[in-house]
């Protein structure tokens, strides 16, 4: 089955640093690739996502790069502020099971101020 | 237009009792996926159903636990003589078609605690 590896585990940044958050997939079939952030205490929230027929998607502070031939994909956070700490989960998913998520453990980022 | 809602959102039970987990999903959908969060983890894949049937159980451990989701009222997460290893929180998402490649939109969770 799909194994997601992620890197940090912690990452701290002043704020309007950038942060980076690494992720790498086992299984070549994976074609869906999101990003949830996850504040203290409540549920998973979508902030990106992004397609194998797509190398590079943004949403204003936050970009994803997805790297098929390497098998790893990427979240950036630029201009990054205190808000924006939480922990970031990446997750990946097969055509074949694509209701069925693999989820990373998780980067805990904390941006100070 | 609530979204998916599961309660409790807090559960304590005692070694060896059962929980019942609830979850209500977005009003027209009929596909309900439950994930399980163990602490400082990731989500993981637990079971995944459309009204009446289980389509995919492979994530759901083969003994205690138990899901369904009948044709009126929630779906419903059970585990039966929990262990302090089933502390974990508990979400789940729903969809009107079969999910593939969007995200889930998740409740807020069942956060449960086997003291």
């Known amino acids: 089955g799909e194994n997601v590896e992620q890197h940090p585990s912690t990452l701290s940044v002043q704020e309007g640093d950038s942060a980076v958050i690494k992720c790498t997939y086992s299984?070549?079939?994976?074609?869906?690739f999101p990003w949830y952030k996850q504040e203290l205490g409540k549920r998973p929230q979508l902030i990106i996502d992004i397609r194998s027929n797509v190398g590079e998607k943004k949403d204003q502070r936050i970009a994803v790069t997805l790297n098929k031939t390497a098998k790893h994909f990427s979240l950036h956070i630029t201009e990054t502020q205190p808000e924006d700490s939480a922990v970031y989960f990446c997750?990946?998913?097969?055509?074949?099971?694509?209701?069925?998520?693999?989820f990373g453990k998780g980067t805990k980022l904390s941006v100070i101020p | 237009n609530a979204g998916v809602m599961q309660n409790p959102r807090h559960l304590v039970r005692r070694r060896g009792q059962e929980a019942r987990l609830r979850c209500s999903p977005m009003?027209?959908?009929?596909?309900v996926y439950w994930y399980r969060q163990l602490p400082e983890e990731g989500l993981k894949f637990m079971v995944y159903?459309?009204?009446?049937?289980?389509?995919?159980e492979s994530g759901m451990p083969k003994e205690r636990f138990s899901a369904e989701f009948p044709k009126e009222g929630p779906s419903i997460l059970r585990i039966q003589q929990v262990v302090r290893g089933d502390s974990a929180a508990y979400f789940c998402?729903?969809?009107?078609?079969?999910?593939?490649?969007?995200?889930?939109?998740f409740g807020s969770g069942t956060r449960l605690t086997v003291v």
């Open positions: 299984d070549s079939a994976s074609n869906y």
């Open positions: 998402a729903s969809s009107r078609e079969i999910q593939t490649n969007y995200g889930y939109t």
């Open positions: 009003k027209g959908h009929s596909h």
């Open positions: 159903l459309q009204k009446e049937n289980i389509i995919d």
């Open positions: 997750a990946a998913s097969t055509v074949a099971g694509s209701y069925q998520l693999t």
